[in-house]
């Protein structure tokens, strides 16, 4: 069974060229504008936050491989002969979570690489930073699980995460700068899982181990809540 859903993942090759090779070309082309803007942040600070900002949205266009694969198993034909197995059908479940959060997962560190190698970013705390983007790349998958379990076609899945994601940057000041209040500032550190993950990583990133814990704990937390609903999703589907 492991073979078989990591065979599947991995033939998604125009998947992994898009969710790798888009999201290179964005931060080079956001870096070299951001070169020309006086008053600017030096390449390698613009590089990381454009990097972080870029990775977490593609965690959140990454969550396509889970509700796909789900829909695949358990919402086409392909179900009657998954059912006739002697498997517990949750383990198809977890197997579809588990490798779309690995390779989602790995696709992360790719891009945080090519921040590092090109434009020589610094990442202090990077394992931590690490560990943060791998909690968001868990949420952005259990989501996904969550969305098909509820709308049980991946095209509603697909369309209501992309909402959620345009929409929670937006918010957050991630794709262009709000005016500043305390509303803003608000929103830009709490307003939504994909704030909550970029707050963590630049608590590590600047030493603010309050802010980390802060945003690692809503994030920690926002993953067991989505992980608890999928799983009583998911016991109605499989039964």
Not at 162 to 189: C, D, H, Q, R, W
């Amino acid at each position: 069974m492991l073979r078989f859903y990591g065979l599947r993942i991995l033939k998604d090759y125009l998947g992994h060229l898009i969710l790798i090779g888009l999201p290179l070309v964005l931060i080079s082309i956001m870096v070299s504008v951001n070169r020309g803007i006086e008053g600017a942040p030096s390449v390698e600070e613009s590089a990381l936050y454009i990097g972080i900002v870029y990775i977490i949205m593609f965690q959140g266009f990454g969550s396509a491989y889970t509700f796909e694969g789900i829909e695949h198993d358990f919402y086409k034909p392909f179900k009657n002969r998954l059912r006739a197995t002697p498997v517990n059908p949750m383990k198809f479940v977890m197997a579809n979570i588990f490798f779309s959060v690995v390779i989602s997962f790995l696709q992360s560190i790719v891009l945080l690489a090519y921040v590092v190698i090109v434009f020589n970013a610094v990442i202090p705390n990077w394992a931590f930073v690490i560990v943060v983007l791998l909690m968001g790349v868990l949420f952005a998958q259990l989501l996904a699980a969550l969305c098909i379990f509820a709308f049980k076609k991946a095209s509603k899945a697909q369309a209501f995460i992309t909402l959620y994601i345009i929409g929670a940057m937006v918010v957050a000041g991630f794709f262009f700068p709000l005016p500043e209040s305390n509303i803003t500032i608000f929103l830009s550190k709490y307003s939504t899982p994909l704030a909550w993950t970029h707050y963590a990583a630049y608590g590590f990133i600047n030493t603010e181990y309050t802010q980390a814990l802060v945003g690692v704990g809503l994030l920690g937390l926002a993953i067991l809540i989505v992980a608890g609903v999928v799983y009583r999703l998911s016991k109605r589907v499989v039964l």
